[in-house]
Every structure is written in structure tokens, then in C-alpha cells.
């Protein structure tokens, strides 16, 4: 049956529907994203993240503030994120400006994370070269033993980031996927108000 998509009145309305159906259907990763960025050279770049939270503020990951795609998106201050859902035939897009979340909620996740995930966090120079794998490992095993039986803070270069939307587009494919004939509503903001258009597909 088609999922009249255009009966949302807001785009967190869409996103709950189809991430909450999302997390019945697939066991692994049900938040993973593409978040994309742009060089200060123009050059776009997207990668995979997890979707951590979402609220009607944004959406949020959490990242190595230094890593390639931290230093694009704080250098303009704009980000895109694209969420999938192979399952449901669906996928929702968001554009807005970025910013780097409350220190106490990033100390707050990284303190609920695995220990060996706080290791990593804490050694990892994400998106620069490394000598090789022995090199990795070693760092990671010279910081846990420095660090043995004791509390591991995070690291001021780790936390949250929020993409905070202007617009998000919702698609979600029809029953009759051979005419190609899809939903695409959007969502856009103007001043404190969200329109709400319909695209051709
Ligand atoms: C399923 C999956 C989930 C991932 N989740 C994250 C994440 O939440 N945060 C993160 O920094 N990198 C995550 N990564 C790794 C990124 O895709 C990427 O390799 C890394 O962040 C470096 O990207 P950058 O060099 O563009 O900054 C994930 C990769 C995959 C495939």
C-alpha cells in the first residue's frame, strides 16, 4: 500500500514514522547516513555515520572534530545528511546549518560508551595517515595500559555534531515502482514557518 507521505505536517512526523518501522525491519545499523560536506576548495565528500539522536533541533552524530569531514563542515558551517531505507523504499534528506553540541552531552555519550571505543576515540587522528596497522595498534594499546583502572575523559576534539535543518526532503517510492512516478514532499523553512511543497519525481 502507498504511504501517503504527504499527509505529514512535519518533517519529524516523516522521519519518526519510517525510522521507528526502520528498527522493526533491519537489525544492523538502522541509523546509518550519508553525511556530506564540502571542501574549502569546492570539492564535495559524503561518508557513512550513525544517527545518535534526533529532535525537532536536528540530527545528530558523533565525529572526531578534526577529521576530514569536521574540518568541511565547520568551515562554512553547512551540512547534508541523506538516510536510506532499502526496506521501506524510502529516504529522507536534510540540509542545514551545523554546530558542535553541548560539551556535557558529548561528555555525557562518550562516558555510555565501550572502553575500547573511548581508546579509539581518544587515539585516533580520524582522516590523517597513519604509518600502519602495528603503528595503530600499538598507540592503542600504549594509551590502555596508561590509562589501566583509570577513568578515560573525553577527548576535547570528540563529540556531537547537530545538522540542523532548513529543508528535508521525504521520498518513499510507489507500489508501481516500474513508472518511476514517486513521492517527493518537502519541507522548507521560511523565517519561523515550514512549507510544504510536493516535487516532480
Ligand atoms: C556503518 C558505518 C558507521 C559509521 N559511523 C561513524 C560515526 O558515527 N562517526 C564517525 O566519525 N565515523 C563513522 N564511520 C566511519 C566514516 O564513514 C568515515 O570513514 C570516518 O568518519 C572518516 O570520515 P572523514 O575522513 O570524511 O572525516 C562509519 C562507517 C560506517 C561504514
Redesign the pocket.
Known amino acids: 500500500m502507498n504511504t501517503d507521505i504527504s499527509s505529514f505536517n512535519q518533517w519529524i512526523e516523516a522521519w519518526n514514522h519510517f525510522y521507528d518501522k526502520e528498527k522493526e525491519l533491519v537489525d544492523l545499523?538502522p541509523n546509518?547516513a550519508l553525511v556530506s560536506?564540502v571542501s574549502s576548495d569546492g570539492k564535495p565528500?559524503a561518508?557513512?555515520?550513525?544517527i545518535?539522536d534526533v529532535s525537532q533541533e536536528g540530527f545528530t552524530?558523533?565525529?572526531?572534530y578534526e577529521?576530514?569531514?569536521?574540518k568541511e563542515l565547520f568551515h562554512n558551517s553547512e551540512g547534508h545528511l541523506t538516510w536510506y531505507s532499502r526496506a521501506q523504499g524510502a529516504s529522507i534528506r536534510v540540509q542545514g546549518k551545523v554546530e558542535k553540541i553541548n560539551s556535557n552531552l558529548s561528555d555525557e555519550y562518550f562516558s555510555s560508551r565501550d572502553r575500547n571505543a573511548q581508546i579509539s576515540a581518544s587515539i585516533s587522528k580520524?582522516?590523517y595517515d597513519v604509518d600502519s596497522r602495528e603503528a595503530l595498534d600499538k598507540e592503542f594499546q600504549e594509551f590502555a595500559d596508561a590509562h589501566e583502572g583509570k577513568e578515560i575523559k573525553r577527548p576535547d576534539h570528540w563529540g556531537g555534531i547537530i545538522i540542523m535543518p532548513s529543508r528535508v526532503e521525504v521520498w518513499k517510492s510507489r507500489d508501481d515502482y516500474k513508472t518511476r512516478l514517486h513521492d517527493r514532499i518537502v519541507f522548507t523553512q521560511s523565517n519561523d514557518a515550514w512549507i510544504k511543497t510536493r516535487l516532480y519525481p
Open positions: 545499523d546509518a560536506s565528500n561518508r557513512v555515520i550513525l545518535k552524530f558523533y565525529t572526531n577529521s576530514q569531514k569536521g580520524q582522516s
